[in-house]
């Protein structure tokens, strides 16, 4: 099947979610998202601001790093299988999101202390200027762009998974060092991560007063995937400038 045949805008959705055989008098709309969305990102800050805590006490923290990048993992899968779990689930899935970013900021923020809040910055920067350029129509989102970007963040993804599991024998691949390459595969990434975030724009707004009230959860688990990519691989990225530099 090829992935220009795809009715999703964001990877991390998929069409048979909002074939719901169910009938519900509310119905999905930008608010509930908005407000799912405000209170996922307050707990997620919470978190991180008390891994920072205790690794500044001393405490390591790269087990809650692994620990949440794998619960989030798992969390994903069951919501993908299970969607109408949404509503109980995407809040685990925050927790776990709270912990890998939480010691994934802390690493970062105990080298190069500037560093998290400005890729924080970055990230709000990128959603805004990508929010006006879709509400202004200066990109239109098109069959074809929802391709290519589906494509390219299959493709990312899949490179990364790659060279996640030859690290376990030893085997280097130039991801994730300080060169050239490393450089700009996390710009391409950084790049494809703000662009997915016109495809959730895309898909809350034809979806909105439509699907049923609890797929808001499903809407936010999207934003919320997309924002922490982008975030994380700002951060990677700003690391890596500043060691080289």
């Given at each position: 099947?090829?992935?220009s045949n795809y009715k999703t805008n964001n990877?991390?959705?998929?069409?048979?979610?909002?074939?719901?055989?169910?009938?519900?008098?509310?119905?999905?709309?930008?608010?509930?998202?908005?407000?799912?969305?405000?209170?996922?990102i307050l707990v997620i800050a919470?978190?991180?601001?008390?891994?920072?805590?205790?690794?500044?006490?001393?405490?390591?923290?790269?087990?809650?790093?692994?620990?949440?990048?794998?619960?989030?993992?798992?969390?994903?899968?069951?919501?993908?299988?299970?969607?109408?779990?949404?509503?109980?689930?995407?809040?685990?899935?925050?927790?776990?999101?709270?912990?890998?970013?939480?010691?994934?900021?802390?690493?970062?923020?105990?080298?190069?202390?500037?560093?998290?809040?400005?890729?924080?910055?970055?990230?709000?920067?990128?959603?805004?200027?990508?929010?006006?350029?879709?509400?202004?129509?200066?990109?239109?989102?098109?069959?074809?762009?929802?391709?290519?970007?589906?494509?390219?963040?299959?493709?990312?993804?899949?490179?990364?998974?790659?060279?996640?599991?030859?690290?376990?024998?030893?085997?280097?691949?130039?991801?994730?060092?300080?060169?050239?390459?490393?450089?700009?595969?996390?710009?391409?990434?950084?790049?494809?991560?703000?662009?997915?975030?016109?495809?959730?724009?895309?898909?809350?707004?034809?979806?909105?007063?439509?699907?049923?009230?609890?797929?808001?959860?499903?809407?936010?688990?999207?934003?919320?995937?997309?924002?922490?990519?982008?975030?994380?691989?700002?951060?990677?990225?700003?690391?890596?400038?500043?060691?080289?530099?």
């Amino acid at each position: 099947m090829r992935l220009s045949n795809y009715k999703t805008n964001n990877p991390v959705f998929s069409g048979f979610f909002w074939d719901d055989q169910k009938k519900s008098t509310k119905k999905m709309t930008v608010l509930g998202i908005f407000f799912k969305s405000l209170f996922c990102i307050l707990v997620i800050a919470g978190i991180t601001a008390y891994i920072w805590k205790l690794n500044e006490q001393g405490m390591s923290v790269k087990w809650f790093t692994l620990g949440g990048m794998l619960g989030a993992i798992v969390i994903s899968i069951m919501i993908s299988v299970r969607r109408h779990w949404a509503p109980s689930l995407v809040p685990l899935y925050t927790i776990a999101k709270g912990f890998f970013l939480g010691g994934f900021s802390a690493f970062a923020h105990k080298n190069f202390p500037e560093l998290p809040y400005q890729a924080i910055g970055v990230t709000i920067i990128t959603f805004f200027v990508m929010l006006l350029l879709y509400q202004t129509r200066i990109i239109v989102v098109t069959k074809k762009l929802r391709s290519v970007i589906i494509t390219s963040v299959v493709s990312i993804m899949v490179v990364y998974l790659i060279s996640w599991i030859l690290s376990f024998f030893k085997i280097e691949t130039y991801l994730w060092g300080t060169s050239w390459f490393a450089i700009v595969f996390n710009c391409i990434a950084a790049i494809v991560a703000s662009f997915s975030l016109l495809l959730d724009f895309d898909y809350i707004e034809r979806y909105k007063n439509r699907a049923p009230k609890w797929k808001e959860w499903l809407a936010t688990w999207g934003l919320l995937a997309t924002l922490i990519w982008l975030y994380v691989e700002t951060l990677r990225l700003m690391q890596k400038l500043a060691i080289r530099f």
